[in-house]
């Protein structure tokens, strides 16, 4: 056999090792999304959030947040999610969120904030959780008052939408 | 419900139009890969009988009547796609194949089955206690995000055959055809059975 089909013959399988090698890792595909429901109460005048982020991505960005503030972060978790997930009046000005706990449910964690409000039309929010750590997260928020339901999606880039 | 059902076909379509989905865009490739330009509603039938295949794992799964062994599934999703270019490359007349034309589609919805598994965990998390609006919403955003991956398919196999021809002028159009399935699907298996080792469970 000549030099010539020899060099033809090896290079199909030598072209498809360096293809398989040069082929990048690939972590199975995961949804990266985290959930929140902003529910007005008019009884109580006040606007209770619950947010549902992934725990393992929450602690990692949690823990960046914590290195990264150490002087004033009490609750990482709690803190972080505070600085990321901010509901503003119509005036613009953000709402105080006071935790109302967090309790692990399946694979998430459900953290729980309330504000004293006279309502919620015309609010704005923006959901930032997780972006500093995945350039395709997704965040959904679903926000229900007045008997109607309007949800929003974010992606990194995103400042406040309107409610 | 609207603005609801808006924000779920948004959120299944960026889930299937995003580079970090390579394993579901290699594999609507090695889907689309046997199809001509004129074949494009073949090519449609194929890829809508995948997202029904993972339209039905996702609602088992999401609504908790079907529990799944997630490191099975990661490992079968790159499985699917081996599996997919294997059948390309050896599979030459479709038409005297069991079922005739109803074949392809029937095993793109066997492999959907597969691929709808994959992500069924993560929906379950987040709604649990609404489901049927935001389930349905993130089915349409995938079949659309895969349309939109299918026609960037589409200019992409047009222009192998066009390399193709340029390299090898003589060659008729079958021939054609028949190297640009080989050449692809043997790529696309190759890479896809990497994954499949790196997530091997055993």
Excluded at chain 1, 6 to 29: E, G, N, Y
Excluded at chain 2, 140 to 154: N, P
Excluded at chain 2, 164 to 191: D, G, N
Aim: charged share 15%.
């Amino acid at each position: 056999m000549k030099l010539a089909s020899l060099a033809r013959l090896a290079s199909l399988p030598i072209a498809l090792v360096v293809i398989a090698a040069s082929a990048r890792p690939l972590d199975a595909h995961p949804l990266h999304t985290s959930l929140a429901e902003i529910v007005y109460d008019p009884a109580a005048k006040e606007i209770r959030i619950s947010i549902r982020v992934f725990i393992d991505d929450l602690t990692k960005a949690s823990d960046a947040y914590a290195r990264s503030h150490r002087a004033t972060a009490k609750s990482p978790i709690v803190d972080y999610a505070r600085s990321a997930f901010i509901v503003a009046d119509r005036g613009g000005h953000p709402l105080a969120l006071a935790s109302c706990g967090s309790k692990p449910v399946g694979d998430l964690m459900w953290l729980c904030f309330r504000a004293p409000s006279a309502g919620l039309a015309g609010f704005q929010v923006t959901h930032r959780v997780l972006f500093d750590l995945y350039a395709d997260q997704i965040n959904i928020v679903q926000a229900i008052y007045n008997g109607k339901r309007t949800s929003i999606l974010f992606t990194r880039g995103d400042g406040y939408k309107k409610l | 419900m609207m603005s609801e059902l808006l924000t779920f076909m948004q959120l299944g379509f960026r889930h299937i139009v995003n580079l970090e989905a390579m394993d579901h865009i290699l594999f609507l490739l090695a889907l689309a890969a046997i199809y001509r330009p004129r074949d494009w509603r073949s090519a449609l039938w194929v890829v809508t009988a995948f997202t029904v295949g993972h339209s039905i794992t996702l609602a088992l799964a999401v609504t908790g009547a079907m529990v799944l062994p997630i490191k099975l599934i990661e490992f079968l999703i790159p499985v699917t796609i081996v599996a997919t270019c294997i059948e390309n490359i050896i599979v030459r007349d479709r038409a005297t194949a069991p079922l005739g034309r109803r074949y392809r589609p029937m095993f793109a919805a066997v492999f959907g089955l597969v691929h709808g598994a994959g992500f069924a965990d993560y929906l379950r998390n987040l709604f649990v206690d609404r489901i049927a609006l935001p389930l349905f919403g993130f089915n349409v955003g995938i079949e659309l995000g895969q349309i939109v991956v299918l026609a960037f398919a589409a200019v992409f196999l047009i222009a192998a055959d066009g390399a193709i021809r340029y390299a090898r002028s003589s060659l008729p159009a079958p021939a054609t055809l028949r190297l640009r399935v080989l050449m692809i699907s043997t790529v696309v298996m190759v890479v896809a059975a990497r994954w499949a080792i790196e997530r091997n469970p055993w």
